[in-house]
């Protein structure tokens, strides 16, 4: 009798301490959480006042949910000057916004498929666009008018930007290249080019693709500088980090180039495989890699205070991540649908689901539909000072000298 007793019961006690010390770490890892939640909720957010601008990050509710587009909205940005926004649409249109009053201002016509995606110049008097339709336009923003259509790709145009520079345009397109109107064109990527975005100072250019990989190229050159390998899935977008941010990710990272004296430049990716991968490309080599997402990263930024990670996905969630400790630090339910894209410096997310906006709320209305865009307000409101007219270098070549 004894025996079968002590076979029932024997290593119950070391189970159940086991137990213990499991619940014990539980309950310090909630009490932590809870402290932070206190913490932020007393000096955080956008209404409070003791924290840095920094270090704002965006808080429920959003300040506006703005609806216009009658489809899939694909990308976002804003003005580098003005008080503007503007979105890019799967309705063929590109429509701008006052971010600080809420109010739509106008669309601007001319792609005859998907807008995929936008973007300014430093001064923002010009706007590139690339569509569906295998086209760039470029237009001036302070006539809004298009001046300009370019064509050269043989499949659809993903992605565009305008060089640091203002001198040319740089576009990525489904049919596997990379081109530098009206110039250069790069090839390497075995699949759909997805995104592409050039470093601060235009000397290189980082594309990633539906081959998995990210690549990074000189512009000087057209040379493949690094071919960066360790997603399983598309890579779906990619960011430069500001040179705002390398200490902190030297100190979280301890990065080989650090020894060198030479750090970074670093590149994030977010892609299908749910993951966001920081990269050291002077090195090509993957410093930390964050999981939480459950779904595709469709966009990925550097907080302009360089301390945090913010991303968005298929999961319908904003994501803000303490890369330093590599770990989600807030989680926001955006949208009842996907999140596709996020705006720089201020946080604008917005879905694929087609809603009309109520009181602040995004419901579903047969009558009228819309794509909302939600917008989290800034720390400080942003001025909108009036426009100065000024010859552009895509537009007169020619060398300008001002004194």
């Given at each position: 009798?004894?025996?079968?007793?002590?076979?029932?019961?024997?290593?119950?006690?070391?189970?159940?301490?086991?137990?213990?010390?499991?619940?014990?770490?539980?309950?310090?890892?909630?009490?932590?959480?809870?402290?932070?939640?206190?913490?932020?909720?007393?000096?955080?957010?956008?209404?409070?006042?003791?924290?840095?601008?920094?270090?704002?990050?965006?808080?429920?509710?959003?300040?506006?949910?703005?609806?216009?587009?009658?489809?899939?909205?694909?990308?976002?940005?804003?003005?580098?000057?003005?008080?503007?926004?503007?979105?890019?649409?799967?309705?063929?249109?590109?429509?701008?916004?006052?971010?600080?009053?809420?109010?739509?201002?106008?669309?601007?016509?001319?792609?005859?498929?998907?807008?995929?995606?936008?973007?300014?110049?430093?001064?923002?008097k010009l706007l590139a666009s690339c569509s569906a339709d295998?086209?760039?336009?470029?237009?001036?923003?302070?006539?809004?008018?298009?001046?300009?259509?370019?064509?050269?790709?043989?499949?659809?145009?993903?992605?565009?930007?305008?060089?640091?520079?203002?001198?040319?345009?740089?576009?990525?397109?489904?049919?596997?290249?990379?081109?530098?109107?009206?110039?250069?064109?790069?090839?390497?990527?075995?699949?759909?080019?997805?995104?592409?975005?050039?470093?601060?100072?235009?000397?290189?250019?980082?594309?990633?693709?539906?081959?998995?990989?990210?690549?990074?190229?000189?512009?000087?050159?057209?040379?493949?500088?690094?071919?960066?390998?360790?997603?399983?899935?598309?890579?779906?977008?990619?960011?430069?980090?500001?040179?705002s941010a390398h200490p902190t990710i030297l100190e979280a990272?301890?990065?080989?180039?650090?020894?060198?004296?030479?750090?970074?430049?670093?590149?994030?990716?977010?892609?299908r495989d749910k993951t966001i991968k920081m990269w050291d490309?002077?090195?090509?080599?993957?410093?930390?890699?964050?999981?939480?997402?459950?779904?595709?990263?469709?966009?990925?930024?550097?907080?302009?205070?360089?301390?945090?990670?913010?991303?968005?996905?298929?999961?319908?969630?904003?994501?803000?991540?303490?890369?330093?400790?590599?770990?989600?630090?807030?989680?926001?339910?955006?949208?009842?649908?996907?999140?596709?894209?996020?705006?720089?410096?201020?946080?604008?997310?917005?879905?694929?689901?087609?809603?009309?906006?109520?009181?602040?709320?995004?419901?579903?209305?047969?009558?009228?539909?819309?794509?909302?865009?939600?917008?989290?307000?800034?720390?400080?409101?942003?001025?909108?000072?009036?426009?100065?007219?000024?010859?552009?270098?895509?537009?007169?070549?020619?060398?300008?000298?001002?004194?």
């Open positions: 009798m004894n025996e079968e007793v002590d076979k029932k019961y024997a290593g119950l006690l070391e189970k159940k301490w086991t137990s213990v010390i499991r619940l014990q770490k539980k309950v310090m890892e909630l009490e932590s959480k809870l402290n932070e939640a206190k913490e932020e909720m007393t000096h955080g957010g956008p209404v409070g006042q003791k924290r840095d601008p920094k270090e704002w990050i965006p808080r429920p509710p959003e300040r506006y949910a703005l609806s216009g587009h009658r489809a899939p909205v694909t990308r976002v940005i804003f003005h580098p000057v003005f008080s503007v926004m503007v979105t890019a649409s799967e309705d063929a249109t590109i429509k701008v916004w006052d971010y600080e009053a809420g109010d739509f201002e106008r669309t601007l016509k001319g792609h005859t498929d998907s807008v995929q995606d936008i973007s300014f110049d430093q001064t923002g295998m086209s760039i336009k470029l237009w001036d923003f302070q006539g809004f008018e298009c001046i300009r259509t370019m064509h050269g790709h043989d499949h659809n145009v993903s992605s565009v930007a305008i060089m640091p520079n203002g001198d040319h345009i740089v576009s990525a397109s489904r049919d596997k290249t990379i081109k530098m109107y009206c110039v250069k064109t790069f090839t390497g990527h075995r699949e759909w080019v997805r995104m592409v975005r050039p470093n601060q100072d235009g000397s290189l250019i980082a594309s990633c693709s539906n081959d998995q990989t990210v690549r990074v190229w000189v512009v000087a050159s057209k040379e493949c500088k690094a071919e960066l390998r360790e997603h399983e899935h598309v890579v779906e977008c990619i960011a430069w980090a500001p040179d990272t301890g990065s080989e180039s650090k020894k060198s004296g030479k750090p970074g430049p670093f590149l994030l990716s977010g892609s490309v002077s090195i090509g080599i993957c410093l930390m890699t964050l999981v939480g997402h459950d779904n595709w990263v469709r966009g990925v930024l550097v907080h302009p205070g360089g301390r945090f990670i913010v991303s968005c996905a298929d999961d319908k969630t904003i994501r803000i991540w303490d890369y330093k400790n590599k770990r989600c630090m807030k989680t926001m339910c955006a949208h009842e649908h996907f999140v596709t894209s996020l705006g720089k410096m201020l946080y604008l997310i917005f879905p694929q689901d087609c809603s009309l906006r109520g009181d602040r709320q995004c419901r579903s209305d047969s009558q009228s539909l819309g794509v909302p865009l939600r917008l989290s307000p800034p720390p400080h409101p942003t001025p909108r000072p009036k426009a100065v007219q000024m010859p552009h270098p895509i537009l007169h070549p020619s060398p300008i000298l001002l004194s």
